[in-house]
Each structure stands twice: as structure tokens, then as C-alpha cells.
């Protein structure tokens, strides 16, 4: 008898992913409100080799049936949350180089070396209320996610030819925000919460393993001001610039929130001796890597490379024992591995 979890409807978990986030496969089943996250001591994995650069991520794994029986389960992979309240016009922005489309992260799966045909599903969350059919009835395409106000040019379009009076009712639940000093009659952005799942079903069968690989483009938070932690407007260095924390991690003044990469003298050394910094712009993507446990734990083997793309990009985050191993690769393994805390990546890295 196959152990089997099927699909009748999709239940969002989107409070465990943030706006760049993406995830590990993990196993999905049904719940009391539809599909939901699970866990299997049936199905180990056995190595993920994870592969993170600006452009790319390559996720690869092998798992092994370690019962004496076929296993048939639901593997689901979340995309990206895309939260648009947090998401503005002068940065930090993040960059969708697919956003008039559903799967816009150009999301494919692999098994065993065939490509694989996966099921979607999308949804739109204000707080914890789905308002996909509301939002659905309306004509609006809230499975679109788009930035700015050309890649956005679909759903844009559709907020602008709704009544005056729907946009201001749904203005007022929350639904979309005014932009600019015209306000219901001005640009309209949605507040919604973009969240996008995708599943297929899996047999693993006994004593042979499975491997499975996904692709896709990243969506990075991007930021151009970053040379503004040292330098003015003139490019002059700020005056009393001044490194705060210890040799291990430490940073400019008014910039906590690097802290989440462990940023050392080294990093700060290669940034200061760029003489054109303006030219460049940070990318942080974040990998949720404790959905790894959903699978029987630990990870067998588990190798994570970082690849910058040109030898002048420079990279940062915080995991022991990572070591450089060309001029634009570092790579780390650990065995018997069982993620407690997700993987947040800083590119420092130059226009083209």
C-alpha cells in the first residue's frame, strides 16, 4: 500500500516566508483547511547541494525511501512572497524579471532528470484573510505581481478602470493604497500579499533514490544606496566614518539591518577600496532552509555555494566554515545537518 496525501484545496502558510524568501521542498498533506506543511520519517534527504548567485538558484537534492514499502507524497515548493505595503518606488525594491506572468521566477522542476509538470496555486492575503475571489470577481489579476509602474502596467491598468466608488471602498478595507497626492482618483497599489505554491505528487520508490532539482530566478530586495553608508552625495567619504562591533561583524552607524549577514573587517576592506562604490548595488535574498526538516532529519550531506558572478562582486553572510574557491565562488559543506536558522545572502554587486 502506497502512503498517500492527497489534494483537495490550498491552505496559505504565508507567515513563514517574507518578501525574498524562498524555500526548501517540504512535504504538504491534507489539513482541516486544505493543503498544509507537513512532516515524513519516511523519506530522507540524503544531500542538497544549493547553489545562490544574483541571477540563479539551483536547488538539488536526493532522497531516499528508508521503508520497505513505495511512498507516494505531496512535495510542495513555495515561491517568493511578494508583500506589496512593503514595497515602494525609491527602494529597497525588488526585481521580477518575469512579473506579468504567474510563474514569474521562471520556476522549473526536474526529476530524476526529467523535467516535471507542477501544479500552482496563488492567492492574495490581507492579514490573514484570503481576498483572492473578491479580488478575482473585480477582474483584477492579483496573480501578477509586477513592480513599478511599468511591469505592474497590467494590474495598474485594472485598479484605474474600476468605478471611483469600488476604488474607494476598497481603498478603505485596505485592499490597495494611493500613491501620490491625487489619491483615489491618482496611482493605485495593491497592499495585498502575493503567495504562490508549487506541488506534485512524488512516489519514492524502495531502495532506489530520487533526485530532484529546482531552477529559478531569485527575487532579491535591491537597494542603489548603498555607498551612501561612506560616502556623500560629492562621493566624498562621511567624516567620521567610523566601523562599530568587533573584527567578526561590525558596521557603519544607521545600518542594523546588515547586522543579518555578519559583515567582518575583511568585507568593509574590499568595499572601501572601490573607488567607483556608486556603481554598485546590494542584493539580499533569503533562503528558508529549515523546511528541510520536514523530511526524516538530518540532511545527509549538505553543500552550499555562493557564486558572485565577477570577481569584483562581494558577498556576505553568516555560517561557519565557508571558504573561497575561485575568484567568484565560496562553498561550505556540513554532514548530518539539521538547519536551525535560514540562509540570508548579501551581494554587493556591480551594475551592468
Known sequence: MYQIFKILSFLLISVLFCVNATADSTVVGLGAGGLEFRSTESVSMIKERLTISPQKI???YIFKNITDQPVELMVAFPLPVIDFKHVGGHGPYINISNSNHENYVDFKTIVDGQAVHTKVESKALLGDKDISAELRKLGISYWIPGHGPGDREI???????????IRQRLIKAGFIQAIDDRGVDGELMPSWRLVTLYYW?????VGKNVSIQHIYKPVPSLSEGFSALLYDYQNKPLAGFVLGGTTEARYPKDADHLKQYCMT???WAEVKRKTNLSAFQSNEINFILKTANAWHKPIGEFTLVLQTLKPENLVSLCIDGIKQTSATSFEVTKRNFAPDKDIKVFFLTKRD
Open 155 to 165: 494590474v495598474r491598468m485594472q485598479l484605474a478602470q474600476l468605478d471611483r466608488g
Open 58 to 60: 539551483d536547488a538539488q
Open 265 to 267: 573587517d575583511g568585507f
Open 201 to 205: 505528487t512524488q512516489i519514492f520508490p
